[in-house]
């Protein structure tokens, strides 16, 4: 299953594989794999930003909260960009610089869950000589229920 | 003290955590999102140009910035009974090893509709030498049915 794969930490190794800005169609779909995410990745992503609140590591006491069990905090979707596109994916690209993001969120992820995503480029465009494209990207649970819904901005390596 | 929806006005001030940025703590960030692109570890290939910008050494992820909003975000939100709705942000100056940031938030508006009641907040991270080094805003809902914890 490409989800047990080993992550490929060097993004130099298969950049020839990659999409350059002139060869990404707005409107095309991203190749995306599922994950499934586990309590220890949503522990790590914690720790990476200071997250503490109970709700994401103590289970009796989240069971006492309207989520009525563990959940991943909603930007969790930063690890999930990354763990549901294989190593081909554009925004692997060494140099790619992000501008900006926007999220809405719907329903928390939470550990075991087998996440998936639908994600194209929707737009690109050249500013002050710079090559962005913007994509979007929505993250669906084993039900089918949208967790979240993004898009951002990203600068191309020239 | 809880936040409650009748008290917040505009004007009102969320603090967020201060966050102490090193090679480490990028480092960390690295393999908690797998975002390993190489603005962030190789020194190097960062004396380069990208296109039309240089930064002269790695960087922090600015989704960093993003995920320590969020943070600040709910834990103001949790307590409340509130949920965390949207985060929009634009990146505006790097962060390197060695910067303290700090993200902060200012209720802007309050809007009621049909089925619930939301919170429209003001955000921005600013570094030691109080430089915004992200601007944004979030949306906050809090429902009738409040379940505060």
């Known amino acids: 299953m490409a989800e047990m794969q080993a992550f490929e930490t060097d993004f130099w190794k298969d950049a020839n594989l990659r999409k350059v800005w002139d060869d990404i169609v707005p409107g095309e779909p991203r190749k995306t794999i599922p994950y499934t995410l586990t309590r220890e990745a949503i522990e790590l992503y914690c720790r990476s930003v200071g997250e503490t609140n109970p709700i994401y590591f103590d289970e009796a006491y989240a069971k006492t909260t309207r989520y009525g069990g563990l959940i991943a905090p909603p930007s969790i979707h930063i690890l999930l960009m990354f763990s549901c596109t294989p190593v081909d994916d554009w925004m692997r690209s060494p140099g790619t610089v992000n501008a900006g993001q926007s999220w809405s969120y719907n329903i928390p992820a939470r550990p075991n869950d087998v996440i998936t995503l639908q994600a194209r480029a929707l737009d690109k465009f050249i500013k002050r000589e710079r090559l962005f494209v913007v994509h979007d990207n929505v993250f669906f649970n084993q039900k089918g229920n949208v967790i979240c819904s993004g898009r951002g901005w990203t600068i191309r390596p020239m | ?149």
């Open chain 2, 1 to 149: 003290m809880t936040t409650t929806f009748e008290k917040l006005k505009a004007g009102d001030a969320i603090d967020g955590p201060t966050f102490a940025v090193s090679r480490e703590s990028i480092r960390l960030f690295c393999d908690a999102s797998l975002d390993y692109n190489p603005l962030h570890l190789d020194d190097e290939y960062m004396k380069g140009n990208f296109g039309k910008t240089s930064f002269g050494g790695i960087i922090m992820h600015g989704m960093n910035n993003f995920g320590l909003i969020s943070r600040m975000i709910t834990d103001w939100a949790y307590p409340a009974g509130a949920i965390h709705r949207r985060l929009e942000t634009r990146w505006v100056k790097p962060v390197r090893p060695g910067d303290t940031i700090q993200p902060s938030g200012i209720i802007k508006a309050k809007q009621v509709t049909e089925k619930s009641r939301w919170v429209m907040i003001d955000v921005v991270v600013k570094n030691q030498a109080g430089e915004k080094v992200a601007t944004g805003e979030a949306l906050v809902e809090f429902p009738r049915d409040l379940f505060c914890q």
